[in-house]
């Protein structure tokens, strides 16, 4: 199998990164698969970023399988994180829109056109590929779930994987979220850790 991680993190002392992205890699790399590691902190983003941007897709369909890692900040992923779904996951290469409205361009049913607009499907390039995501939040889950309908897991499921790697009820079960990761004690922590740590073996065990 072949496996692609993407790491959000700033700081390489952070949980997100000390903790579960080297979970994650260890575990991949004690199964013996390949792995490939897209760092996005650790990699030059200034402009023009054609070349980083390129060899990211290139690493994006040579994978199999893929982890996404990334803390939560304002409602949204970091904003690296955020740039590699903008430049990377783009129509053309990751999916495409498929038209369901043939009516625009037919003189006859041109008014009904103009009345309901032109509506789309995405198509997804990347349907083949399995994901994960484990994200982590300063917040505590009752107000983000409730108050904030878990809007974070929600948007980047429906609003992003679903465009680029097709519906499929995975998508919700394969992204995990880590709840008050700064205000935790150390042995809750290391009970985040053997979630993951669990979800590594399970995936590689299914592919030996």
Known sequence: MKNLIVVGHPDTKSFCYNGIFKTVKDGIKDSGQ????????????????????????????????????????????????????????????????INVTNVIG???????????????YPKSYFNN????????????????????????????????????????LSLFTKTKQFWSVPFVSEKKRKKYLKVVEKDIKRDTKKTK
Do not use: C, Q
Not at 40 to 61: A, C, G, M, Q
Not at 131 to 154: E, F, M, Q
């Open 34 to 97: 390949d792995l490939e590691i897209i760092d996005l902190y650790r990699d030059s983003f200034t402009r023009p970023r054609d070349k980083v941007i390129n060899k990211y897709k290139e690493l994006v369909k040579w994978s199999e399988r893929i982890y996404i890692i990334s803390p939560v900040w304002w409602f949204r992923l970091t904003p690296r994180t955020e740039i590699f779904f903008d430049e990377v996951f783009t129509p053309g290469f990751a999916y495409e829109f």
């Open 106 to 120: 037919t003189p006859k049913w041109k008014w009904l056109a103009e009345i309901i607009g032109v509506y789309a």
């Open 129 to 168: 590929k399995k994901i994960r995501t484990y994200i982590t939040h300063g917040a505590p889950a009752l107000p983000v779930k409730t108050l904030y309908v878990n809007s974070v897991k929600l948007r980047l499921v429906m609003g992003v994987y679903t465009f680029v790697f097709g519906w499929r």
